[in-house]
C-alpha cells in the first residue's frame, strides 16, 4: 500500500459510536415494540377484531359465522408468529453491529425481514377498510401461505404432502364456510378469494406495498432485495481492498444507519396500525419510535461533518 495515496474510506470501518448506538437503539426500541404489543390486550378490540369487525361477524348469517371468527384468530396467531420472526432478526443486526468486522449486506438482508414481516401485518390490519375487504385479505393471506406451504412440501418429499395437503384443507374448509369461494387463475390455479364483488389475490406486492407504506424507506426493499440475492451492481459496492490487496467487503456507515433506520420504519408503522386496529392509542409509542429516529439521524449526521473535516485536513482542499 502506497503510504502517500488517499486513503480508502471503507477500508477504515465504521465508527464505534455509530455501531454502538444503531445495536443500543434497536435493543430499547425491541423492547418497546414489545412492551406496546402486550398492552393491545387491553385496548377495545374484541377477541382480536375491532368493534366494527365484531359487529360484522356477529351479524352475519350463523352459517358463516364461527368460520369468519376463524378467520381473524387466524390473523391473530400469524400476527403473533411474524412479531416474533420480526424480532429474532432485529436480535441478530444487534449481534451483527457489534461483532468485528461489522458485515455489511447481512444487515441490510435482515433489516429486509424486517420490513417484509411488518408490511405483511399492517396490510392485514389496515384502517379504513370495510371488515369485508379485511376478511377476504385475511382469507386471501391463509390461503396463500397454505398454498406455498404445499408447494414445499413436494420439493422436501412424499412424506411431507400429506400434512401440508392437510393444512390447505383445512384454510380451505374455513374459507368456503366463512362464505367465500376461492377465484382460480388461467391455468385453473387457486389464486384469489372472493367475497361477493371483494376479491383478493393470494399473492400480493410487497414492493407495491411498501411504497405506499409512509415509514418505509422508498428505497430500500429494492436495495435490501439486491443484496439478500446477491445482485452485482449491489454486492461489488461493497468490495475494497485490504493492506495486501486482497479483496474484502467493508461495511459503511450509510449503509448501518440506513439498516437502522428501516428497522425503525417498520416499527413505526406496525405501531401506528395495531394501535389503531385494536384501539390502543399509538400516540406514546409513536413519539418514543420517532424520537430514537431523529437520534440516530442526527448522528448521521455529525458522523458526516467529521468525516468531511478530516478529509479537507488530509488533502488541505477547503471545497472538499
Known amino acids: 500500500m502506497n503510504a502517500d495515496a488517499a486513503p480508502d474510506p471503507r477500508r477504515l470501518g465504521v465508527p464505534k459510536e455509530i455501531v454502538d448506538e444503531g445495536a443500543r437503539t434497536l435493543r430499547h426500541a425491541c423492547r418497546s415494540l414489545n412492551e406496546f404489543v402486550e398492552g393491545l390486550a387491553e385496548g377495545k378490540s374484541v377477541d382480536g377484531m375491532s368493534p366494527a369487525d365484531a359487529a360484522w361477524v356477529r351479524s352475519s348469517h350463523h352459517r358463516h359465522r364461527a368460520a369468519r371468527s376463524r378467520l381473524w384468530a387466524w390473523a391473530g396467531w400469524n400476527t403473533q408468529l411474524t412479531l416474533g420472526n420480526i424480532l429474532d432478526h432485529v436480535q441478530a443486526i444487534q449481534r451483527t453491529l457489534v461483532g468485528e468486522p461489522v458485515a455489511i449486506w447481512s444487515l441490510v438482508s435482515l433489516s429486509r425481514v424486517v420490513q417484509e414481516g411488518a408490511i405483511r401485518v399492517c396490510h392485514l390490519y389496515e384502517g379504513g377498510i370495510a371488515p369485508e375487504r ?44 366463512a362464505g367465500m369461494s376461492i377465484g382460480l387463475n388461467n391455468r385453473g390455479r387457486p389464486s384469489s378469494a372472493v367475497l361477493g364483488s371483494v376479491q383478493e389475490q393470494f399473492a400480493v406486492s410487497l414492493t407495491n406495498l411498501a411504497a ?12 435490501s432485495s439486491a443484496a439478500s440475492h446477491s445482485s452485482v451492481w449491489m ?13 474484502v467487503m467493508r461495511a459503511d456507515p450509510e449503509i448501518v444507519t440506513a439498516s437502522v433506520l428501516a428497522v425503525l420504519g417498520a416499527f413505526e408503522d406496525l405501531v401506528e ?10 400516540h406514546q409509542a409513536l413519539l418514543t419510535v420517532r424520537r430514537r429516529t431523529v437520534a440516530v439521524l442526527d448522528r448521521q449526521r455529525t458522523w458526516r461533518h467529521r468525516a468531511q473535516e478530516d478529509a479537507r485536513l488530509l488533502h488541505g482542499n477547503d471545497n472538499l
Do not use: C, M
Not at 400434512?163 to 374448509?173: M, P
Not at 405506499?212 to 436495495?223: C, E, F, Q, S
Open 273 to 282: 396500525t395495531l394501535g389503531t386496529y385494536h384501539g390502543t392509542d399509538p
Open 235 to 247: 454486492v461489488a459496492q461493497a468490495f475494497a481492498s485490504d493492506e495486501d490487496d486482497e479483496p
Open 134 to 177: 379485511r376478511a377476504v385479505r385475511i382469507a386471501a393471506a391463509w390461503l396463500n401461505g397454505a398454498q406455498q406451504h404445499q408447494v414445499a412440501a413436494k420439493d422436501v418429499g412424499a412424506q411431507a404432502v400429506p400434512g401440508a395437503d392437510k393444512i390447505w384443507e383445512y384454510a380451505e374448509r374455513t374459507v368456503q364456510r
Open 212 to 223: 405506499k407504506r409512509p415509514t418505509h424507506l422508498p428505497a430500500w426493499y429494492r436495495i
